[in-house]
Structure formats: C-alpha cells, structure tokens
C-alpha cells in the first residue's frame, strides 16, 4: 500500500480481506467463501455508515450468490446521482474480479464496456490479480467502482450526459 491516498489505505486496512479460494463452481468452499464475502461487505458497509458516508446498498439477488444487484450513488455539487448496480461472479472467481455494471451508464463513457460494464483493467485488475483471494466483493467496490465513480459522474454532469433527477422532472412539467 505504499504511496496511497492516507484515506484509501485506512479505509482498505478495515475491510476484512478473505482466505478461502473458491468460486461458484467449489461446493462447500464456495459456501465457505461467501461467509467470508458476507463478512467484509458488512464491515465495509458498517465503516462507511459510521463516517457518513455510505455510497451503496448491494445483496445477492440469488441463494448461489453468483449475481449481486443494488444501487450505488455519488454526490456532485451537493446533488445526489444514483444508478442501478449489478454484476455476476465468474466462475474463475476469485482469480477473476467480477466486472461492475451500471447500465443506466452504458453509452455514455468510453470507460465502459457495452451493457455498462465499467473500464477497470488498467487500475484495478493488477491490484486484484496481486491479491487473490484475499479480496473480495468490497474490495472491487472500494477499489474499483468507488474511483470510478469519483472519476466519472462529474465529467458526466458536467458534460450533460447525465442529469439529476430534479432536473429531469423540472423539465418534463414545463
């Protein structure tokens, strides 16, 4: 963690990192592993409601575990931009991080693949290769969907392709 942002490193050091390597595939480890998931996303959830600053809500939309959905938000100019989240684990998972969508995005940025995938070979995938398997689902948040978001909605807003919700009603009553 050498040269991080003091907050990003005190931030990654209070997310429990996880030890079984297992994906979808693996029975009981994959059971095992979700604990562990479970474990760390409560924590990392726990700690930013503590500081004020929760930015996400995300659950398994299945019993297996393998798809995940929620909201994800980010605050620019003191307004509150919201998306729709979701992504699938691999089965290569941990080995592979899962790839974040926010199709309500999708189009709108060259740091997206289609369907809204968000672009995070660059940054974010040597980290997690590095890691496997100690990280886990809140370390792609917290590593990977967090800057983006923090990289991307203002340049978005600012660019007019997206606009608060406000302002979409102000402009549908007129």
């Not at 995070?120 to 886990?136: E, I």
């Amino acid at each position: 963690m050498e040269g991080w942002d003091p907050n990003t490193k005190s931030t990654l050091t209070q997310i429990p990192l996880l030890s079984t390597k297992a994906g979808p595939r693996d029975g009981a480890a994959w059971t095992q592993r979700l604990k562990e998931e479970y474990k760390s996303l409560i924590a990392y959830t726990s700690m930013n409601k503590s500081k004020d600053n929760d930015w996400f809500r995300i659950s398994a939309a299945n019993p297996e575990g393998t798809r995940w959905i929620g909201k994800c938000w980010y605050v620019h100019n003191l307004l509150k931009y919201e998306f729709d989240l979701q992504f699938d684990i691999p089965v290569t998972y941990p080995s592979t991080a899962p790839e974040i969508e926010l199709p309500q995005l999708d189009g709108k940025t060259h740091k997206m693949y289609r369907g809204g995938k968000i672009c995070l070979t660059v940054h974010f995938k040597p980290l997690w290769a590095k890691n496997c398997p100690r990280f886990g689902i809140a370390h792609a948040l917290c590593l990977g969907l967090a800057p983006w978001l923090a990289a991307e909605v203002p340049i978005l807003v600012d660019s007019g392709m997206i606009k608060h919700k406000d302002d979409i009603a102000s402009a549908s009553e007129s």
